[in-house]
């Protein structure tokens, strides 16, 4: 069922209109115009969202869970409305905003089942030693409690997973912590149903309201009061490395310092080691080239590097992958944006000395075709731009001389998500010579497969050192990533009575 938007922020249960608006600009569609967000629409939803910490902090777990799987329903009952105009905003295929969609609801539902469990407290107990010589131990009990309100902004190329109700604020609804999300100015209208999705779960729940609030676009004034208002505990972020970047400053620099997660973006390489790619090059070429080009290269996990070493197998590799890359065609980007930055990085990347076009990208208006480059590792080590993140459909074959040289590639690596090895038995001893280094530099990694499709599980780390990511020593999918919105507490002799209900 086609839905009108009502453009309107939702502050603590209600709709807040205001006369500065913007329009959206989707891929196909009618625009619609939104409210535009200003730090009073920040003050007044920080301050609703503390009203509400206590008393969200003290629920019970199964009630959290309760409301995550509300959440998912009332996600669910808005499904096509969410794909249409999803399709429409962001020129993703209705059948990715489908299969996003699945992933949003299993997500909050996972969260749910977790803290049904409880393990993520981590409850510690030291019984006290009255008798202890030379003294006497106190009773000690820790555990993990809620940190506080939590700014979400959500990501431009997931409007769902990582947006108004994606991993950062299913997380921390699950930990205990209400929600501000900054809806992504790219997909406004899908944002906004999904914010009427929360906004009806707190309800149907019994929940404070100021549990959930949503604010809608906002030029970087509003992003900067939100992470600077004194009441918001901890930012989770997905988007650029300069956005993300300038956030986490402003985070460092508050009189308060807080924690900011964000997720910034990542090269992702691959080293295809000598056998693998002497025996099953064709299909790693083949395989890669999907990995690439699936949803226009728009992932955080697209793999852009390919490290190989130099010879008639990397020639092979580099022919059929430019072949696989030449069948596609061009896809939308998610905004005229993220078109813009791709033609930019592709400018780059093709205008550097000693780099080959093997297939140029070329694109037009919010459109992006493939580009594959080709570059020795003495070059690509001496220019740090061919290190950078290309966002969209871009790869970069770089030939090293020998196992020795791919070593010296992967040391000088910045900090990525993930790190992919090919490898075949005859591989084993040379990627034992990697491992201790790439596990240095990644949050995840891989053999014999793709970095894109991040699983949703309790193994999972989507993270890594920066610039991958600011989340040091953290993920921001799986159930792992309740962490980032809780803090321990020891509770020193308190009587039971006092303990939090968990
Ligand atoms: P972005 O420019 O970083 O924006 C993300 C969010 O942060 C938006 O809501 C934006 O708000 C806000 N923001 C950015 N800079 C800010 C600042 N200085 N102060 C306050 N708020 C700020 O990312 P994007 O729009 O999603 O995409 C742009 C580029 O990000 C892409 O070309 C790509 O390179 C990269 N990207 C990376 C990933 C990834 O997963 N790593 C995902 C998406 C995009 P306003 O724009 O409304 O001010």
């Not at 966002?391 to 590639?409: C, N």
């Not at 991040?454 to 921001?476: I, K, L, Q, R, W």
């Amino acid at each position: 069922m086609t839905h009108i938007p009502h453009g309107a922020h939702l502050i603590a249960g209600a709709r807040v209109q205001n006369d500065a608006r913007f329009t959206s600009t989707p891929a196909n569609g009618p625009a619609h115009e939104f409210s535009e967000g200003t730090p009073a629409h920040v003050a007044q939803a920080a301050e609703a969202a503390e009203a509400a910490f206590e008393s969200y902090a003290a629920t019970s777990r199964d009630q959290r869970a309760d409301l995550l799987e509300r959440i998912a329903e009332e996600i669910d009952a808005r499904g096509d409305a969410i794909t249409e105009i999803g399709a429409q905003e962001t020129g993703l295929p209705e059948a990715r905003l489908t299969g996003e969609r699945g992933r949003t609801t299993g997500q909050l539902r996972l969260f749910a089942d977790h803290i049904r469990k409880g393990d993520y407290l981590d409850q510690r107990h030291d019984p006290a030693l009255p008798d202890r010589q030379p003294m006497p131990r106190p009773e000690l009990r820790m555990m993990q409690r809620p940190i506080g309100p939590v700014a979400v902004f959500g990501a431009s190329n997931f409007p769902l997973a990582f947006s108004v109700a994606g991993g950062d604020t299913a997380a921390a609804l699950a930990a205990g912590c209400p929600v501000v999300a900054k809806g992504h100015p790219g997909h406004p209208g899908t944002g906004e149903l999904v914010g009427d999705a929360i906004t009806a779960a707190v309800a149907a729940c019994g929940l404070d309201a100021g549990v959930f609030s949503l604010i809608q676009g906002g030029a970087h004034e509003m992003g900067g009061a939100l992470v600077t208002h004194p009441l918001i505990k901890a930012v989770g972020f997905t988007g650029s490395l300069r956005g993300g970047r300038a956030l986490f400053d402003l985070c460092a620099a508050r009189p308060e310092p807080i924690p900011f997660f964000g997720e910034l973006g990542s090269v992702n390489p691959m080293f295809i080691l000598p056998q693998a790619l002497a025996a099953r090059g064709e299909a790693i070429a083949k395989g890669w080239a999907g990995s690439l080009t699936m949803g226009a290269g728009q992932f955080c996990t697209n793999p852009g590097l390919a490290i190989l070493i130099d010879g008639p197998d990397a020639d092979a590799f580099a022919a059929t992958a430019t072949a696989a890359l030449q069948e596609v065609s061009a896809q939308v980007m998610l905004s005229d944006g993220i078109a813009s930055a791709y033609r930019k990085g592709s400018d780059v990347v093709a205008g550097s000395a000693g780099v080959t076009a093997l297939l140029a990208a070329e694109s037009a208006g919010r459109n992006a075709n493939p580009g594959l480059y080709d570059v020795s590792a003495d070059t690509w080590l001496d220019n740090h731009a061919l290190a950078e993140e290309v966002f969209g459909p871009l790869g970069l074959i770089i030939r090293a001389r020998d196992a020795a040289q791919m070593e010296t590639i992967a040391r000088s690596l910045q900090g990525q998500l993930t790190c992919t090895l090919h490898l075949d038995d005859d591989d084993i001893a040379q990627a034992k010579g990697l491992m201790p280094v790439l596990e240095r530099k990644a949050g995840r990694l891989l053999a014999n497969g793709f970095p894109t499709g991040v699983e949703v599980a309790d193994s999972m780390v989507h993270g890594g050192p920066y610039p991958a990511s600011t989340n040091f020593g953290a993920t921001s999918v799986g159930t792992l990533s309740i962490r980032r919105f809780l803090r321990p507490v020891c509770y020193q002799n308190l009587p039971e009575a006092l303990l939090p209900r968990a």
